[in-house]
């Protein structure tokens, strides 16, 4: 009992709380004033050339301490593009505004531009992990980013074809030309196909996990690949379910009122996704068919 208690509730439990905090770490420091960021960012880069060295060294360890860290430095050294782009540091060449009515074709080119050079760094990124670890046994950490990067490229395509919830209140004003590229609506034809392929291929590692009971650091290992698919599907449904997903890192907002930015102040974004209003969002469309639809990104 205890032996499976270890094997899979630990590794779950820790993979959750990484997940969740970590994210709401970016998000608080990617909206604290612009003067802090450059600090901030340059403590983010030591830590990554150490996630680099961490990654290398554990990838010839099969054990389940290893299957840890290659998880661990994985999920940071993603969170470090995640900031670089949320900071406004490696972004792209375009920083404009889409014109307003511009057709999908337009918004995805004008969004590819926004991002190129954010998405170049995580090619970049993920193939100096592979050239580090190749042929080592410990693959948790590139697999952990692989999942990363790839749902996090279908969710940007599914916010650009349109899904209810957009949440821009994430986004921070000095980025706040990606609002344009945004578009809102129920679903799209991606979304399907997207939460489809995630699901049947969680489904598949979680078979494979069961089936590596007597391999304590393989099954950590998959378990937590596992866990960041499931993760990436469940956000998905987020973004089209009336449902106060993002509520999970309220903590990490601007808090309503006045906040510094450049020195200057200006009105904080305000928070939509306080438990109370999302809730009543989430059931009013059921109490009342005539009612529209309101998601977690507007009013």
């Not at 554990?58 to 949320?86: D, H, K, N, P, R």
């Not at 960041?228 to 998905?236: D, F, K, P, T, Y």
Request: charge should be positive; hydrophobic fraction near 50%.
């Amino acid at each position: 009992m205890s032996g499976g208690l270890s094997l899979y509730a630990l590794p779950v439990a820790y993979a959750l709380f990484v997940w969740w905090f970590s994210t709401g770490i970016i998000i608080f420091l990617d909206n604290l004033p612009r003067r802090t960021h450059r600090w901030s960012f340059s403590a983010a880069t030591i830590l990554l050339a150490g996630c680099f060295l961490g990654l290398r060294a554990t990838s010839t360890q099969m054990t389940v301490a290893g299957a840890y860290a290659g998880f661990t430095y994985g999920l940071l050294i993603w969170g470090w593009q995640e900031m670089s782009f949320f900071m406004g540091f490696v972004t792209g060449p375009v920083r404009e505004n889409c014109p307003p009515g511009a057709g999908f074709g337009e918004r995805f080119s004008r969004a590819l531009w926004a991002c190129l050079y954010h998405e170049m760094a995580c090619l970049v990124g993920g193939a100096a992990m592979v050239a580090l670890t190749w042929h080592a046994p410990n693959q948790v950490g590139v697999e952990s980013y692989a999942v990363l990067w790839s749902m996090r490229l279908s969710a940007k395509l599914n916010v650009l074809l349109g899904v209810r919830n957009l949440s821009e209140a994430f986004i921070p004003e000095h980025l706040s030309f990606i609002r344009s590229f945004l578009r809102q609506k129920p679903m799209n034809l991606l979304f399907p196909v997207s939460v489809t392929v995630g699901t049947v291929v969680a489904e598949r590692l979680v078979e494979q996990i069961g089936a590596l009971g007597t391999d304590p650091a393989a099954a950590t290992g998959l378990c937590f690949v596992a866990l960041l698919l499931i993760l990436a599907v469940i956000e998905h449904w987020f973004l089209v379910l009336p449902l106060p997903a993002a509520a999970l890192w309220n903590w990490s907002l601007p808090k309503s009122g006045q906040t510094q930015q450049d020195g200057t102040l200006v009105e904080a974004p305000r928070s939509r996704y306080r438990w109370r209003s999302a809730a009543q969002r989430a059931i009013k469309p059921v109490l009342s068919e005539s009612a529209p639809a309101a998601g977690l990104a507007g009013e």
